[in-house]
């Protein structure tokens, strides 16, 4: 299954600034998700990245404050804008990819990043 | 109410022991997940299910799609299993978009 690349793996950052992750995988996949993580809770979607068009967003999320880049079928970014403390969260990046080879060949494995913790000051 | 609900919220169990970790759903899905969380934070997935029960090492996972239930359980229990256990269902109307439960957290003390 694929394997991702999550970057930065935390930072702290000052309110009103911005942030960028990104997330490279090894592999090229249709579909990318990026989560957001707040203390104590479980992952909650911000949207999905697919390559060629814009991003689609959930409730309660908007392209201003967390901008997606998906420029090809490894790669993606997604900018923290104009942050505030309560963005300081776990963000992560997701896909599905299938396996290649051996007993489970050809079923879809939900892959992760490892997480980029941002807190907010 | 949640639409992927978890149960125990919290468990602490001992080296050596059987533990089980539920997951209720109250809508039709495709397949359902379980995923451990590390304390640094990192996501692995552990099973994915669409009927029946799967099986990798210690652990078991069942699904019962009539009563929309599912179960993770550890057995022999070891403290490197100390993690949050997450449950995430994908919808048959959301295409690969997940859902999660809030997660269990789980302690094994030596």
């Known amino acids: 299954s694929a394997v991702i690349s999550q970057k930065p793996s935390r930072d702290i950052c000052q309110r009103g600034t911005s942030l960028t992750i990104q997330c490279q995988v090894d592999?090229?996949?249709?579909?990318m998700f990026w989560y957001r993580q707040q203390p104590g809770q479980s992952l909650t979607l911000i949207a999905t990245?697919?390559?060629?068009?814009?991003?689609?967003?959930e409730s309660g999320f908007v392209i201003d404050k967390f901008p997606i880049s998906r420029p090809n079928l490894t790669f993606s970014t997604l900018t923290v804008s104009n942050m505030s403390p309560e963005d300081s969260s776990i963000y992560l990046c997701?896909?599905?990819?299938?396996?290649?080879?051996?007993?489970?060949?050809?079923?879809?494995?939900?892959?992760f990043g490892a997480g980029s913790r941002l807190t907010v000051l | 109410k949640n639409e992927v609900e978890q149960s125990p919220q919290n468990l602490t169990a001992q080296e050596g022991e059987f533990i089980t970790i539920n997951c209720s759903y109250s809508?039709?899905?495709?397949?359902l997940h379980w995923l451990q969380q590390h304390p640094g934070g990192g996501i692995v997935s552990l099973f994915m299910?669409?009927?029946g029960k799967k099986k990798h090492g210690r652990l078991i996972a069942t699904i019962n799609i009539q009563e929309k239930h599912s179960s993770l359980h550890i057995t022999a229990s070891h403290p490197r299993d100390s993690a949050v256990y997450i449950c995430?269902?994908?919808?048959?109307?959301?295409?690969?978009?997940?859902?999660f439960g809030e997660g269990t957290q789980l302690t094994v003390n030596p």
């Open positions: 299910l669409s009927s």
């Open positions: 592999s090229q996949v249709t579909m």
């Open positions: 995430a269902v994908r919808r048959e109307t959301s295409g690969s978009r997940l859902t």
């Open positions: 990245a697919n390559q060629g068009s814009e991003a689609t967003y």
């Open positions: 809508v039709g899905i495709s397949a």
């Open positions: 997701s896909v599905f990819s299938p396996v290649l080879a051996g007993l489970h060949s050809g079923a879809n494995v939900l892959t």
